[in-house]
């Protein structure tokens, strides 16, 4: 059974951080497309950062030089590291992938594509 499970969401003020994590069980995680999205309330899910199954990295604009994505293998984890966190970061946050490779730029970024999803990680930034 795939199951994806996410943890570290708070609230913090602006120019914060947060670390969330997001366990994996049930497909090969060392060979996966794995990606976090989040949604504002009232916005579609939107990709925020993917790591393809050779390890190659892609952020949307908006969070390059403040996000950081990662995975531990050993441990089955994808991590999303979230500095200079700012108000408009606010959404819920999850994870979602699949053994495979990713679909390219900016495809990786479609919802639809994934079957298997957290329950999510609410994440709220204040000014």
């Known amino acids: 059974r795939i199951q994806l499970m996410e943890s570290g969401g708070g609230s913090v003020q602006a120019g914060g951080s947060l670390r969330l994590s997001c366990l994996v069980s049930?497909?090969?995680?060392?060979?996966?497309?794995m990606v976090w999205f989040r949604q504002a309330p009232g916005k579609e899910r939107e990709g925020v950062a993917v790591?393809?199954?050779?390890?190659?990295?892609t952020y949307v604009d908006s969070v390059k030089g403040r996000f950081t994505i990662s995975r531990d293998t050993a441990k089955s984890t994808l991590y999303l590291q979230m500095n200079s966190l700012k108000p408009e970061d606010t959404a819920m946050y999850y994870c979602?992938?699949?053994?495979?490779?990713?679909?390219?730029?900016?495809?990786?970024?479609?919802?639809?594509?994934?079957?298997?999803w957290g329950q999510g990680t609410q994440v709220t930034v204040s000014s």
């Open positions: 979602a992938g699949y053994a495979g490779r990713c679909y390219t730029d900016p495809y990786w970024g479609t919802s639809s594509i994934y079957k298997f």
């Open positions: 049930g497909f090969t995680f060392s060979r996966s497309c």
């Open positions: 790591i393809d199954s050779d390890e190659k990295i």
